[in-house]
């Protein structure tokens, strides 16, 4: 039985000598293997479709495992996130995070609408490190973490000075730092951001300027809370560490 769906490919294998297993996650469905039969040659029709990033309607024979792509038509290649390699190396990270994140055939439109936003940001030029972070923020729900950002996680106040346990899963405010004496004393526009970043919806996202300082800090949270909570060591957020390291070089 055929199907069409629309989706973004979020990871090509190469399989064989010509073939290449997509990762497509897609509006309706979710997340759906496929194999692209030829798809390593430079002729075939489907060399282009199966591309990382490329999003457009896909074509597929159903099965119980994988599904065979058919055919598949292009609404927007990234093209920008493609020729540039920082861009590529983030988008990387934010594909695999997803896919990391999610189990085959289980549709969420959200978060379909969250990642194509995402890539649409950061190829229209908009600060890659932001855009990761606002993903990273809005897929910890997706995970199973909620974490505590309009209020003190221990005592419940909404007034006061404000830093970030990883402990208590979220902000603590200052009667409550002994609580915790590795918190994070984060400045409060970090605090601000870190709840922006959480509950802004991202079709509203305008202009965000943030200082290098300021991004470190985010940085620095984020990704002490993903190694306490989800366990992810991904190969593509090392890499992306080191291009990061590279362009601080540059």
Excluded: W
């Excluded at 896909?58 to 038509?73: C, I, N, P, R, V």
């Excluded at 995070?97 to 959200?110: G, Q, T």
């Excluded at 208590?168 to 994070?184: A, L, Q």
């Excluded at 993903?226 to 991904?234: A, F, I, K, S």
Aim: proline share 3%; aromatic share 14%.
């Amino acid at each position: 039985m055929l199907q069409k769906c629309e989706g973004i490919v979020i990871r090509a294998t190469d399989y064989g000598e010509s073939n290449k297993i997509v990762t497509i996650f897609t509006r309706e469905l979710g997340k759906v293997g496929m194999m692209a039969r030829g798809a390593k040659k430079t002729n075939s029709r489907l060399s282009s479709v199966s591309q990382l990033f490329t999003y457009g309607y896909f074509l597929f024979q159903k099965s119980s495992g994988l599904g065979t792509l058919q055919q598949a038509e292009i609404i927007h290649s990234f093209r920008t996130i493609r020729e540039d390699l920082f861009q590529t190396a983030y988008s990387t990270y934010i594909a695999d995070l997803l896919d990391k994140s999610v189990e085959d055939r289980k549709p969420n439109p959200f978060l379909f609408e969250l990642f194509y936003q995402t890539l649409n940001y950061i190829n229209e030029g908009y600060d890659p490190d932001i855009m990761m972070n606002i993903f990273e923020m809005k897929v910890l729900p997706v995970l199973g973490h909620y974490p505590v950002l309009d209020r003190c996680a221990v005592c419940g106040s909404t007034d006061g000075e404000f830093g970030f346990s990883i402990r208590e899963n979220g902000f603590i405010c200052h009667r409550c730092f002994s609580v915790d004496p590795y918190y994070f004393p984060v400045s409060q526009g970090v605090l601000k951001l870190l709840r922006l970043f959480y509950f802004l919806d991202i079709h509203r996202l305008g202009n965000i300027s943030v200082k290098e300082e300021t991004k470190k800090e985010l940085r620095k949270i984020i990704s002490a809370y993903y190694e306490e909570y989800t366990g992810l060591h991904l190969k593509s957020k090392r890499f992306l560490e080191q291009m990061e390291n590279l362009k601080g070089m540059l």
